[in-house]
């Protein structure tokens, strides 16, 4: 079955150019079974016990799964208001770009000002409609091609105030973009 995402975003700025797609949590289940992304997205949602979402105390998944299954898993902190200010804790570094040592720095550092907008917006709904987010992002950016399906899971601290995000990604290397797929704009 072919899957049809709920949402396209589009954006371009000079050399960098995105295509968001967000897909509903059913097709999660359908497109990703057996992945690290239904992994993660199952294990919150059993720590959650009904909850909107589980706490970061809970959401241990380093003792669960091991070390090697953490190193997979990375961490927004959102304790700020301003989503600008939300810090990378753990970001994969420079597997796919040009963020090496990103770690610890705010969203606003980010170097493409399309990536970072996009960002902002998907941790500040994710906040605050405490829900997760099943996406696929296709994008060049600081001249680096990549093509990924993420899952962006809310964690709450213990008055249930979402406080951190996780997330994991699989990269879809066989489908790298030369370009992103934009629909041209005309005027009328």
Same mark, same amino acid.
């Given at each position: 079955m072919i899957i049809q995402p709920r949402a396209k975003f589009y954006d371009r700025q000079g050399d960098d150019e995105q295509c968001r797609s967000l897909y509903s949590l059913n097709d999660l289940a359908e497109n990703e079974d057996g992945s690290i992304l239904d992994t993660l997205f199952y294990f919150w949602?059993?720590?959650?016990?009904?909850?909107?979402? #589980?706490?970061?105390? =809970?959401? +241990?998944?380093?003792?669960v799964f091991g070390a090697a299954?953490?190193?997979?898993?990375?961490?927004?902190?959102?304790?700020?208001?301003?989503?600008?200010?939300?810090?990378?804790?753990?970001?994969?570094?420079?597997?796919?770009?040009p963020v090496i040592g990103f770690e610890g720095s705010p969203i606003e550092s980010h170097p493409s000002r399309i990536h970072r907008d996009a960002l902002k917006s998907e941790y500040e709904t994710?906040?605050?409609?405490?829900? #997760?987010?099943?996406? =696929?992002? +296709?994008?060049?950016?600081?001249?680096?091609?990549?093509?990924y399906m993420r899952i962006l899971l809310p964690l709450a601290d213990q008055d249930g105030n979402v406080v951190k995000l996780a997330y994991a990604i699989r990269w879809k290397p066989d489908l790298l973009p030369r370009s992103v797929p934009i629909p041209e704009t005309t005027d009328s």
């Open positions: 949602d059993s720590v959650r016990g009904g909850k909107a979402a #589980p706490t970061v105390a =809970e959401f +241990n998944i380093e003792t299954f953490g190193q997979k898993v990375f961490t927004i902190d959102k304790q700020y208001e301003n989503p600008e200010n939300f810090l990378s804790l753990k970001h994969p570094n420079g597997s796919r770009g994710s906040k605050s409609w405490i829900t #997760p987010f099943y996406h =696929e992002i +296709n994008q060049i950016i600081c001249g680096y091609p990549r093509h």
